[in-house]
């Protein structure tokens, strides 16, 4: 499979075709071009931090699956607290157009197609956007390698991502640590319009799942709110059988394939 997924959460590594003059669109290449299974399924424990540590804590569970195009469909679903219990939220990956991305709202009993004018709001009270929730198209961002530092132990390249006028980012660039062994990026830093960082991602507890590089904890910190939200995997499943019907309206509606 080939993707490059926001939640900078899940994960391989081959190192047999980076030399010293890779450049920082080559090396975004080779994290395109990794392995990451054909599914993923996780349990994940969702902690919303305000500035004072107060807990919010919501429990969802992550399906994904590689499509006909090659691309990711993903579903996530809620299951607690009450309040947000069956939101179910449905992204299909295209190889010639933007993600698709619809929200099934049980209080309403009703589906909203996410538009973009959307991409830039906040999902569900979190700290990612509608866009973060979605995959990077490599083509519709500009590359420059900065240096190659050491990151809590882990050898790196550091990446500016700049993104193309046309791409509608609500980000002015991003900085990104990416680990040459693992091929992951494990700290990312987001800039808005004025070039004043906004957000950070951070990564801890990276482990090989079934031969993948996974981070079991992830962090998406807004630096203006002190709000974060952490992401904690508290099972993983890759290559499972998952049923198409798992991406589809029926099931964003109904909760069954």
């Excluded at 939640?7 to 450049?23: E, K, M």
């Excluded at 006909?68 to 295209?94: A, C, D, Q, Y």
């Amino acid at each position: 499979m080939k993707r490059y997924i926001l939640l900078g959460i899940i994960i391989t590594t081959s190192l047999l075709t980076i030399s010293a003059q890779t450049t920082a669109r080559e090396i975004m290449d080779l994290l395109k071009q990794q392995d990451r299974g054909k599914s993923t399924h996780a349990l994940v424990n969702m902690d919303l931090i305000d500035k004072r540590g107060n807990l919010n804590t919501r429990v969802l569970e992550l399906y994904s699956k590689e499509n006909t195009e090659g691309k990711l469909n993903s579903m996530i679903v809620f299951h607690r607290p009450s309040s947000i219990k069956n939101t179910r939220f449905l992204t299909i990956g295209h190889s010639d157009k933007v993600p698709e991305q619809w929200i099934y709202m049980p209080a309403l009993k009703r589906i909203k197609r996410i538009t973009t004018s959307d991409a830039d709001q906040s999902f569900l009270g979190t700290d990612f956007t509608y866009a973060d929730m979605g995959v990077n198209d490599i083509d519709k961002a500009t590359y420059l390698l900065l240096k190659e530092e050491k990151l809590s132990g882990i050898e790196c390249w550091v990446i500016e991502t700049i993104p193309i006028k046309s791409a509608g980012s609500d980000y002015s660039k991003k900085i990104s640590w990416i680990s040459k062994e693992m091929l992951l990026p494990v700290y990312v830093e987001m800039f808005d319009k004025n070039g004043e960082l906004i957000k950070k991602l951070t990564t801890d507890n990276i482990k090989q799942i079934q031969g993948y590089w996974t981070p079991l904890v992830s962090m998406m910190e807004n630096i203006k709110t002190g709000h974060s939200t952490r992401l904690t995997m508290d099972k993983i499943v890759y290559d499972e059988n998952l049923p198409d019907g798992i991406f589809t309206s029926q099931f964003l509606h109904t909760g069954r394939p």
